[in-house]
Nanobody
């Protein structure tokens, strides 16, 4: 069974830092783009950051300069280092990955279960 398992998150004061990690497991032929999304109460899920298998990154304007996404292709992991956290960063953060999981070269999107990040003022 292919799955994404997240770790990290928690409660932190404004200005603090947290690190989220996500690992892909199961029968996987290839992991393509990976990323992090978040969903605050009453809001739609939004992109936080993505990274290609070649290391090209993309960030939401709201997190540029504060968050850093990285990945380890060999370990099939993606991390999100979050610095200078603000109360408005409070949300459930979801790991996402596009993966080829069969011999047919077609990718599918997978989501982690979500991890809560709460930033107190």
């Amino acid at each position: 069974q292919v799955q994404l398992v997240e770790s990290g998150g928690g409660l932190v004061q404004a200005g603090g830092s947290l690190r989220l990690s996500c690992a892909a497991s199961g029968s996987i032929f290839r992991v393509n783009d990976m990323g992090w999304y978040r969903q605050a109460p009453g809001k739609q899920r939004e992109l936080v950051a993505t990274i290609t298998s070649g290391g090209i990154t993309n960030y939401a304007d709201s997190v540029k300069g504060r968050f850093t996404i990285s990945r380890d292709n060999a370990k099939k992991t993606v991390d999100l280092q979050m610095n200078s956290l603000k109360p408005e960063d409070t949300a459930v953060y979801y790991c996402n990955a596009w993966m080829v999981v069969t011999i047919v070269p077609k990718q599918y999107t997978y989501w982690g279960q979500g991890t809560q990040v709460t930033v107190s003022s």
